[in-house]
């Protein structure tokens, strides 16, 4: 089974300032199809989660464009550029590549300062 | 709109049987696969299984293998999760969520094992 981690597990962060959240597998997740399955979930306090990204840097439709993703083969980023109220909540990265199981990082809480 | 609904959700005493469902709008189910995803209360996010689009297929987490059983109803557009032999450890928001990459999520539904 591919470990997810994530780094760092909270981050404080001040409104408009920039944000950074990573995330690294125990494998690569490239696929032998050559695509990386590798997504990001926002989950707002009491709400269900929601998908920014897939593919590690397609942003979903409605995602607002301050949310950026990057990296390859088992490192990978989410970058918020400028942080709003909107974006407190907990960050999960999910890979897809090796599965089943889905595995899912164990979340990144962002708050403000 | 794609919209996911789950219900089924209780208070079950350990040992107990439930089935979740989750009813599916807004898309072409039939072509779908499908996935339960798991949240115990304030922890992180478990997948638990998954169905290919026309059944043919389903995975579990090992947690519930011979437990747990995934299936759908394309007809209806429904996805179900029957549970069985429930412990302590399977208390948790239960989500419904839509395709390999889980683009689209339902509100939850919450299970409680508990005597």
């Known amino acids: 089974e591919v470990v997810m981690t994530q780094s760092p597990l909270s981050l404080p962060v001040t409104l408009g300032q920039p944000a950074s959240i990573s995330c690294r597998s125990s494998?690569?997740?490239?696929?032998?199809?050559?695509?990386?399955?590798l997504n990001w979930f926002q989950q707002r306090p009491g709400q269900s989660p929601r998908r920014l990204i897939y593919k590690v840097s397609n942003r979903d439709s409605g995602v607002p464009d301050r949310f950026s993703g990057s990296g390859s083969g088992t490192d990978f980023t989410l970058k918020i550029s400028r942080v709003e109220a909107e974006d407190v909540g907990v960050y999960y990265c999910m890979q897809g590549t090796h599965s089943p199981p889905w595995t899912f990082g164990p979340g990144t809480k962002v708050d403000i300062k | 709109e794609v919209q996911l609904v789950e219900s089924g959700g209780n208070l079950v005493q350990p040992g107990g049987s439930l089935r979740l469902s989750c009813a599916a709008s807004?898309?072409?189910?039939?072509?779908?696969?499908m996935s339960w995803v798991r949240q115990a209360p304030g922890k992180g996010l478990e997948w638990v299984a998954n169905i290919k689009d026309d059944g043919s297929a389903k995975y579990y987490v090992d947690s519930v293998k011979g437990r747990f059983t995934i299936s759908r109803d394309n007809a209806k557009n429904s996805l179900s999760l029957q549970m069985n032999s429930l412990r302590a450890e399977d208390t948790a928001v239960y989500f419904c969520?839509?395709?390999?990459?889980?683009?689209?999520w339902g509100q939850g539904t919450l299970v409680t094992v508990s005597s």
């Open positions: 969520a839509k395709g390999t990459g889980a683009s689209h």
């Open positions: 807004g898309f072409t189910f039939s072509t779908y696969w």
């Open positions: 494998q690569s997740l490239v696929s032998s199809d050559g695509n990386t399955y």
